[in-house]
């Protein structure tokens, strides 16, 4: 895929450009929908933890939180919505972190 063009873009995939710029625009969309879901819900983008570690670790914890949040399809509220209600609920939280959820 060397063009020899000064700021050519090379690869080492022998797919089409089409594919391969689909591909981009799925992952990107995918990367973005996430990014923004937590902005949202946790407001992350205020987040002031600067230590690398537990970047990474809040990370993966808000994404749980999230996964499991999103398990609970009977109520109408937000994401950031239930995310407080579980807060606020000690038995709601409880349904949520075992996925047993009652009327």
Known sequence: MASGK???VQSSS???PEILAKA???????ENSLHWVLDV????DHCR?????????FSLL???AINLVR????SKASLKG????????????????TGFFHA
């Open 49 to 57: 933890i600067r230590d690398r570690n537990a970047v990474q670790n």
């Open 14 to 16: 022998d797919d089409q």
């Open 62 to 64: 808000r994404k749980i």
């Open 71 to 74: 398990r609970h399809q009977a």
């Open 6 to 8: 000064p700021g050519a």
């Open 41 to 44: 819900t946790f407001n992350e």
């Open 82 to 97: 239930r995310r407080k209600m579980a807060a606020w609920d000690n038995r709601y939280m409880e349904q949520v972190l």
């Open 24 to 30: 981009i625009r799925q992952h990107w969309q995918i």
